[in-house]
Antibody, heavy 122, light 103 residues
């Protein structure tokens, strides 16, 4: 079945970086956009950015400019999110999500990873 | 930047009720709107995409409508499994959520 399986929880100190992975299976890896969404405790989801099906173009929310990198490894069908210069406000569950395709882009996310908790604490 | 405003933030209802949640965009997003259901400890689940299209496997009691800046999610007859938090999502911006509680 279609799945996105993410890496395990991380604890980081302020100023450090974190890299979260998301392994895709059950579908054609190179045919869908993958997005990253985070959710701070008790808050709603927040879109961080996405990578296109061919892996050569990314887009991200302005607030993460200069801090976020999204990549993929086609040999292992795995996507990566790296976030630098972490602060306490980055404590959240980080999700990868596949964008639904219905004869065209839909801007909707139909398959989600299980989430990765990133805790930033000194 | 686009802002998405949901109302109400909390909604109390009973099994069998018909409920409607509203989402307003600060500028037109045509029909680029999705609705998600989220339960504690779980990832969001897609219910509706492109404003009115029902996602595969989602019960037909869920429906969406609207275009431009005003959108609604309607649940025609609440079931016990429907008590959760609902988010709209347009222009890559999520609403603040509506928590649907048992009355």
């Amino acid at each position: 079945q279609v799945q996105l399986v993410q890496s395990g929880a991380e604890v980081k100190k302020p100023g450090a970086s974190v890299k979260v992975s998301c392994k895709a299976s059950g579908y054609t890896f190179t045919s869908y956009y993958i997005h990253w969404v985070r959710q701070a405790p008790g808050q709603g989801p927040e879109w961080m950015g996405g990578i296109n099906p061919s892996g050569d173009r990314t887009s991200h929310a302005q607030k993460f400019q200069g801090r976020v990198t999204m990549t993929r490894d086609t040999s292992t069908s795995t996507f990566y999110l790296e976030l630098n210069n972490l602060g306490s406000e980055d404590t959240a569950i980080y999700y990868c999500a596949r964008e639904k395709y219905d004869n065209d882009k839909t801007d909707a996310f139909d398959v989600w990873g299980q989430g990765t908790l990133v805790t930033v604490s000194s | 930047d686009i802002q998405m405003t949901q109302s109400p933030s909390t909604l109390s209802a009973s099994v069998g009720d018909r409920v409607t949640i509203t989402c307003r965009a600060s500028q037109s997003i045509r029909t680029w709107l999705a609705w998600y259901q989220q339960k504690p400890g779980e990832a969001p689940k897609l219910l509706i995409y492109k404003a009115s299209n029902l996602e595969n496997g989602v019960p037909s009691r869920f429906s969406g409508s609207g275009s431009g800046t005003e959108f609604t999610l309607t649940i025609s007859s609440l079931q016990p499994d429907d008590f959760a938090t609902y988010y709209c999502h347009g222009g890559y911006i999520f609403g603040q959520g509506t928590k649907l509680e048992i009355k």
